[in-house]
């Protein structure tokens, strides 16, 4: 089946400065790639997504890179706030909806 | 909308107690799952669902059983409880890729 890795696990940034999670995906049959924000005391909600046919997409601060010949792909957040701080966790669907996830990174921004 | 609703929020269980985790959503959604969640572990899959009736294995299963006897409802059923299933349990539907995840369950086994 499908393996997810994500990076890093834990991240610290300064309010203001911008965040990097990085994922890499095994199948090349993946075509779809959503972020989820999870944060304390609550389930993960969907924050944006991405499909195999787009190399990038915007929503506001956050923004996702995929490059398929290379099986990874990016969350990107500018311009961070505390509200911002949360786990993130990366996903890759190979067929219907089956969920492959990453393992989580803990984002921390310091006021 | 609720969307997914799990109940209960907390639990203590006694080792070889057993215990069912109710799941309920109201999206008309085919796909459920079950998750356990581990600290620096990640979200793994314990069951899923692809509709009423039909249930099928995910990556942890063992100690597990699950029902889907309608499209609203998927409960998780704990028998023998050991303390290796402490974890946050959560509930999950999805349409068109799209999934929605109950508050969890924060189960401890002593």
């Known amino acids: 089946g499908e393996n997810v890795e994500q990076h890093p696990s834990t991240l610290s940034v300064q309010e203001g400065d911008s965040a990097v999670i990085k994922c890499t995906y095994s199948d090349s049959a993946s075509n779809y790639f959503p972020w989820y924000k999870q944060e304390l005391g609550k389930g993960p909600q969907l924050i944006i997504d991405?499909?195999?046919?787009?190399g990038e997409k915007k929503d506001q601060r956050i923004a996702v890179t995929l490059n398929k010949t290379a099986k990874h792909f990016s969350l990107h957040i500018t311009e961070t706030q505390p509200e911002d701080s949360a786990v993130y966790f990366c996903a890759a669907i190979v067929t219907g909806n089956q969920f492959y996830f990453g393992t989580g990174t803990s984002l921390t921004v310091i006021p | 909308n609720a969307g997914v609703t799990q109940t209960p929020k907390f639990r203590i269980l006694k080792i070889g107690q057993s215990m069912t985790l109710q799941c309920t959503q109201d999206m008309n959604h085919n796909y459920m799952y079950w998750y356990r969640q581990d600290p620096g572990m990640g979200l793994k899959l314990i069951y899923y669902s692809v509709g009423a009736g039909i249930t099928d294995k995910g990556e942890v299963p063992n100690g597990y059983n699950v029902s889907r006897s309608t499209t609203e409802d998927f409960p998780l059923r704990l028998e023998l409880a050991a303390p290796s299933q402490t974890s946050v349990y959560f509930c999950?539907?999805?349409?068109?890729?799209?999934?929605?995840f109950g508050q969890g369950t924060r189960l401890t086994v002593v």
């Open positions: 991405i499909r195999s046919n787009v």
């Open positions: 999950a539907s999805s349409q068109d890729r799209v999934a929605f």
